[in-house]
């Protein structure tokens, strides 16, 4: 027979065990996945992969952050929403206010650029709770004379951390006479409520990029240095840039973008129309970076010197322009750096370099490095010292070149290194690849990207473009920028060189995005392709091409046209705010977007299709516009153009666009 002596002292054990495990539980340790927290802070907004990746924000934008915050019980909450620079240790605070259901929300504006971290405390109002059932009893006709006393205790407890609210508290303590409204002022109410904080818990810290408007906002113009000469066979320089910079200017771009302005390689130098074989005199790719002359901290010497560019970056500034300039990683095979640092590329078995390649394509002009050689951590620095070079030179915007086919790693590593140093410069990322792995580079910290707007011409694909990356969390992290062409893409929807087409896209690239940019030659609506590709013939990435920029047919009255509605109209300057209206026109699409402030709307009709004249009725539908809490209906537009108002009835308004004129109509919103 088993012997059952013990079985009462084993229970008494087990017991105090489990008596154990609860004091644990109520410290707030963890057992056995168990925890003690009792106010729980949930579904922040905005955040990127819950904190992972910073949000991105303008400087002097008011970012609203909204949190669902609750306990158990039903004790009041009180919450603030904290933030500070990156490197500073001071945290700035905010009362949040509840909106509904367990919902919280507050609001701040970073005022500086750079990297900002934002977090939420909150705690239990042992006071408010108190207050509001004490008035409860009281309305009640209860006998409170308990409570009263309770209150006064409880006031006498609380140690606030601002001395004025101690010394509101001190007072009414003082004064106490049994009457309870010596404790009900909104006075002592509102330095109470930090008093006690003996639950206080706090979010994790989330991450937020603030930077300066060109971040977000900007027309960009490519140009090609070289071919921006006169005389024909005459290799561009500098001063011939700061020649064009008064047409630029005038047209309203806000950025001119360089390509690679470097020593060019000799080696295995690309002919015209891409060629394998070089003819004398033939400049090469400027993306074969590196000879003799120098590497990606030189110039081009038939461009000038370097005091030259500083010229020109010079009289940008005079013209109200910006530099932005190519980083490209890779080199020629006369680069300096594969001579000096030898371990810094990828060696085949019988020891020559590895050229780039992507099968079946090869870039016998081209080696890439490799990033996790043996020295991977003096590439990744002297690479993050060429971006900090042109730094010194008045550059703050790059366009890098394909960076999607370098590390991840490095890129979140290099941004940040030069966002430290200056963290007024902008990345932007020409990644025409996976979605996914165009998201990927936005949230490590590229401040725009490249997108499939380029290719995207049917009014639905449209749509459901615009509508992926205006929702939410993408319009927290990507940042569009609308490039209607480039010096390797001339779409087939380009080829016709139809005046309208040329129009229709840059229309809708300027009015959809917040940042977009042509490649010189489309104001000329150049459009001649190597048969069957989207790529021009005769590319001036293999060669100079001399133009007449004031040839007849151009279009760069309206592009100017375009630019400057967008200077003047906020609502043109932001993406995410967008509404797609109703128009019953397969070939028409329509928008309606809004500023940030709600103070300007715009409203968009822009043709698809070459037939002209197109009739159609443009419905609104539940459209609202205006500054919250004056939201509103739109019930008149006014053309931006020529000034004609049309009366909204029944929701809409019936439209007519000849596209041999304006494939466009661009209207102020009125409500």
């Not at 500086?112 to 009893?137: C, M, N, S």
């Not at 004025?164 to 049994?178: H, L, M, N, P």
């Not at 930077?211 to 070289?226: F, K, L, Q, S």
């Not at 592009?559 to 932001?574: D, M, S, V, Y």
Request: aromatic fraction near 10%.
């Amino acid at each position: 027979m088993a012997d059952l002596s013990l079985r009462p002292r084993d229970h008494t054990r087990r017991r105090d065990r489990r008596r154990g495990n609860v004091a644990a539980a109520v410290n707030g340790l963890r057992i056995d996945g168990l925890t003690g927290r009792r106010i729980y802070i949930e579904d922040v907004y905005p955040a990127v992969e819950a904190g992972r990746f910073p949000v991105k924000r303008i400087v002097g934008e008011p970012i609203d952050v909204w949190t669902d915050i609750f306990r158990d019980g039903h004790a009041l909450l009180a919450a603030e929403l904290l933030w500070r620079p990156d490197r500073t240790v001071k945290w700035s605070r905010v009362p949040m206010r509840l909106h509904g259901n367990d919902r919280w929300t507050a609001s701040f504006v970073p005022t500086q650029p750079g990297r900002h971290v934002y977090a939420i405390e909150a705690w239990t109002d042992e006071f408010a709770t108190w207050r509001r059932d004490f008035l409860a009893k009281r309305d009640a006709a209860f006998d409170v004379t308990l409570e009263a006393e309770e209150g006064r205790e409880l006031l006498a407890r609380l140690k606030p951390p601002g001395d004025a609210d101690a010394r509101v508290i001190e007072q009414a303590c003082g004064q106490w006479d049994g009457d309870p409204a010596t404790l009900l002022s909104e006075q002592i109410a509102a330095a109470a409520i930090k008093g006690a904080q003996s639950d206080l818990t706090a979010s994790a810290a989330f991450p937020l990029i603030a930077e300066r408007p060109i971040a977000r906002t900007g027309a960009w113009y490519e140009m090609v240095p070289r071919s921006q000469g006169r005389v024909p066979g005459r290799h561009g320089t500098f001063d011939d840039c700061i020649a064009r910079l008064p047409d630029v200017a005038a047209r309203g771009f806000d950025v001119l973008y360089l390509p690679p302005i470097h020593p060019i390689g000799r080696t295995n130098r690309k002919g015209r129309n891409n060629s394998l074989r070089a003819a004398l005199g033939d400049p090469g790719s400027p993306y074969a970076i590196g000879s003799a002359e120098g590497g990606h901290d030189a110039v081009h010497p038939e461009l000038g010197t370097l005091d030259d560019f500083r010229r020109l970056v010079a009289a940008c500034a005079d013209h109200g322009l910006e530099i932005a300039l190519d980083f490209a990683v890779q080199f020629s095979p006369d680069h300096p750096w594969l001579a000096q640092h030898p371990e810094w590329f990828k060696r085949r078995p019988d020891g020559s370099v590895q050229f780039a390649e992507n099968p079946p394509k090869k870039y016998e002009d081209i080696v890439n490095p490799d990033f996790f050689g043996r020295d991977a951590a003096g590439l990744w620095a002297a690479l993050r010292d060429v971006v900090l070079f042109w730094l010194d030179n008045g550059v703050r915007i790059f366009r890098v070149d394909n960076p999607h086919t370098k590390p991840f790693a490095f890129w979140e590593w290099l941004i940040r290194e030069v966002q430290a140093a200056d963290p007024n410069v902008v990345f932007l990322s020409e990644a025409f690849t996976r979605p996914k792995v165009m998201k990927a580079l936005a949230k490590l910290g590229f401040s725009q990207s490249y997108t499939y707007f380029t290719w995207r011409t049917g009014k639905g694909e449209l749509q459901a473009y615009l509508s992926e990356i205006t929702g939410y969390p993408e319009r927290e992290y990507f940042r569009p920028n609308f490039f209607v062409n480039t010096p390797d893409i001339l779409p087939f929807h380009l080829q016709s060189g139809e005046p309208w087409i040329f129009k229709a896209r840059v229309a809708l690239a300027a009015t959809l995005s917040a940042s977009y940019g042509i490649y010189n030659g489309f104001e000329l609506l150049e459009h001649e392709p190597i048969p069957g590709k989207e790529e021009y013939f005769e590319s001036e990435k293999y060669g100079i091409k001399v133009r007449d920029w004031d040839r007849p047919g151009n279009i760069k009255d309206y592009i100017g046209r375009l630019n400057r509605l967008r200077r003047e109209n906020p609502a043109l300057q932001q993406t995410a705010n967008l509404h797609f209206a109703a128009i019953d026109d397969a070939d028409v699409i329509g928008f309606v977007k809004e500023s940030a402030a709600g103070d300007n709307a715009v409203a968009a009709a822009v043709a698809l299709a070459k037939e002209p004249p197109r009739q159609f009725w443009c419905h609104f539908g539940d459209i609202e516009i205006g500054p919250p809490g004056r939201r509103r209906r739109i019930r008149e537009i006014e053309n931006l153009v020529t000034g004609e108002r049309h009366v909204i009835e029944w929701g809409g308004v019936r439209l007519t666009i000849d596209q041999n004129q304006d494939p466009a109509l661009l209207f102020r919103c009125l409500g």
